[in-house]
């Protein structure tokens, strides 16, 4: 009579754990390099979206200076400005001038209008 042992053994264990440590220690670099980039693209946006709200307040009211509280709310240019990282927004945008969002993950972001 012939004794059948299943199973692992112990090296192989490890070597399964190892390979799987090393595909985790890879792929989890590029998902923040993904997360990074995806909030980077959202506060272009976000400016964006500022810079061309300024740009209609600018030409509907003949000024060069806008605040922020004129340009976001239910109401207003911009539904809402949302940080997605930390930043923080311009309060106040000059008519020719970039703006800008400071602090939050990717560091500071800005765009010409």
Do not use: C, H, W
């Not at 112990?10 to 923040?32: C, D, N, Q, R």
């Not at 340009?71 to 997605?84: N, P, Q």
């Amino acid at each position: 009579m012939k004794n059948s042992k299943k199973g692992f053994t112990l090296v192989e264990i490890m070597i399964v754990v190892v390979i799987i440590g090393l595909l985790a220690a890879m792929a989890i670099p590029a998902f923040k390099k993904v997360r990074d980039t995806s909030q980077k693209k959202a506060i272009t946006n976000n400016l964006r979206q500022l810079a061309s709200g300024a740009d209609q307040y600018f030409l509907e009211n003949g000024v060069t200076t806008v605040t922020s509280a004129n340009l976001v709310g239910t109401d207003k240019f911009i539904k809402s400005v949302d940080a997605v990282a930390g930043e923080t927004y311009p309060t106040s945008i000059d008519l020719g001038t970039a703006i800008s969002a400071t602090g939050g993950t990717p560091g500071t972001v800005s765009v010409a209008f």
